[in-house]
């Protein structure tokens, strides 16, 4: 089956610094991938659209130089928090759209991210 | 502004019980309805919802969905301690395809 894997799996990082989330899916293709983030006892919430090749579309409130993704292939989707500050903390999911079934998404296994 | 919402956020049942659960949704150009099951980490895919009337039946698990009504539910038969989890529905519209999520239910299945 379709699987999406994500690295790291947990980060801790210091106030002021950046981190860089990949997801990868490792049998399809995927030309959309999904950025989302997840608060505890929360649902999940989009922030951006990632189409390999182009720039990506940030939902609304989402701030683009802080969020900063880069789809570099059918494969490879990348989110750098730049910057990172304690309310950054949170779960980070991706998810990918087989390029065949248009409307499956796959979801990764999450990053939690704690900024310190 | 699309809307999913879920009901209820919560609720704890028994080992055999039957829970269901509602998604109601309002959303311009509809195209699906998602089920997910998310435990300790990303949600699990479980139904894909596009025609009215029309059960979809995994194991225990059974969904519906209800394009007049505009909701859907999902069923668990016969609970096991197993299905404990957040449940989250989502929908995808006809044009694009962003899922927009309903803020889950949280099933505990006691022993």
């Known amino acids: 089956g379709a699987v999406v894997s994500q690295h790291p799996s947990r980060v801790i990082c210091k106030s002021g610094t950046s981190v860089k989330i990949e997801c990868r899916s490792l049998?399809?293709?995927?030309?959309?991938m999904f950025w989302y983030r997840q608060f505890p006892k929360q649902s999940l919430m989009l922030m951006a659209t990632s189409n390999e090749g182009s720039k990506a579309t940030y939902e609304q409130g989402v701030e683009k130089d802080k969020f900063l993704i880069n789809h570099a292939s059918l494969t490879l989707s990348t989110l750098t928090v730049t910057s990172a500050h304690p309310e950054d903390s949170s779960f980070y999911i991706c998810?990918?759209?087989?390029?065949?079934?248009?409307?499956?998404?796959?979801f990764g296994p999450g990053t939690r991210l704690t900024v310190t | 502004e699309d809307k999913v919402v879920q009901s209820p956020l919560s609720l704890v049942v028994h080992e055999g019980d039957t829970v269901t659960l509602n998604c109601s949704y309002e959303?311009?150009?509809?195209?699906?309805l998602l089920w997910y099951k998310q435990e300790k980490k990303a949600p699990t895919f479980l139904f894909m919802l596009t025609s009215s009337g029309i059960e979809k039946k995994s194991g225990r698990l059974s969904s519906i969905l209800d394009k007049k009504e505009l909701f859907s539910i999902l069923n668990i038969t016969a609970t096991q301690t197993g299905d404990s989890a957040v449940y989250l529905c989502a929908v995808i519209k006809a044009a694009g395809n962003k899922l927009t999520f309903g803020g889950g239910t949280r099933v505990l299945v006691k022993p």
């Open positions: 959303v311009t150009n509809f195209r699906s």
């Open positions: 998810s990918a759209r087989d390029i065949r079934l248009p409307y499956e998404q796959y």
């Open positions: 049998d399809f293709q995927a030309t959309t």
